[in-house]
């Protein structure tokens, strides 16, 4: 499975139950890789998207232990095990913390936005430069959006 995910300079992904930041170039960059592949996430990180409905044109895995918790649009799963019974191989998990640690050993390759600022955080992705079992694989230009600058990496299973 893929992981894709956006940290800034200490591997900080959230606060307060929101994105860090709303780069419009990374969105668009995620939904280009994402749509029509399946996405893996957390109930918390539902919550963050408009409406809390799921993503448009991709299958919604949801993970969830909340009795009698549904979502019109979305598969809700109560644990890992039955989440990965029906998870393709071609799917993403996007978030958040949680469901990143929960995972990320199911992964092969991540997908980083790593953004060029440091912010006030409560949630973090494990800093993949430090991690023994992956590897950096492919490194884009800096880019910038509105002062923000930003670039795409590229991690592999070692
Ligand atoms: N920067 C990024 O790329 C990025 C991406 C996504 C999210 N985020 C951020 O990450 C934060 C949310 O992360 P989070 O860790 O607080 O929440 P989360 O992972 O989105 O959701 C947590 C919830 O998922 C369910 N869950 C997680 N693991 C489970 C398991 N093994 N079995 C059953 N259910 C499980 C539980 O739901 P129940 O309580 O219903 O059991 C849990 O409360 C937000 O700030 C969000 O903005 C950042």
Redesign the pocket.
């Given at each position: 499975m893929n992981l894709?995910?956006?940290?800034d300079e200490n591997w900080a992904?959230?606060?307060?139950?929101?994105?860090?930041i709303y780069i419009s170039t990374d969105l668009k960059h995620f939904k280009e890789l994402t749509t029509g592949h399946p996405v893996i996430?957390?109930?918390?990180?539902?919550a963050?998207f408009p409406g809390g409905r799921p993503l448009k044109n991709r299958r919604n895995l949801i993970?969830?232990?909340?009795a009698g918790?549904e979502v019109e649009g979305a598969e809700v799963?109560?644990?890992?095990d039955s989440l990965l019974s029906a998870a393709p191989q071609d799917a993403f998990v996007?978030?958040?913390?949680?469901?990143?640690r929960?995972l990320l050993d199911r992964c092969d390759t991540a997908y980083v936005?790593k953004i060029h600022a440091a912010f006030p955080a409560?949630?973090y992705?494990p800093d993949l430069d430090a991690h023994p079992d992956w590897a950096l694989w492919e490194e884009g230009a800096p880019l910038e959006e509105k002062g923000v600058v930003f670039h795409y990496a590229t991690y592999k299973r070692k």
């Open positions: 894709i995910v956006a940290v992904i959230g606060k307060g139950g929101d994105q860090l996430l957390g109930r918390k990180t539902l963050t993970l969830s232990a909340t918790y799963f109560p644990d890992v996007i978030g958040g913390e949680s469901v990143y929960a936005t409560d949630r992705f």
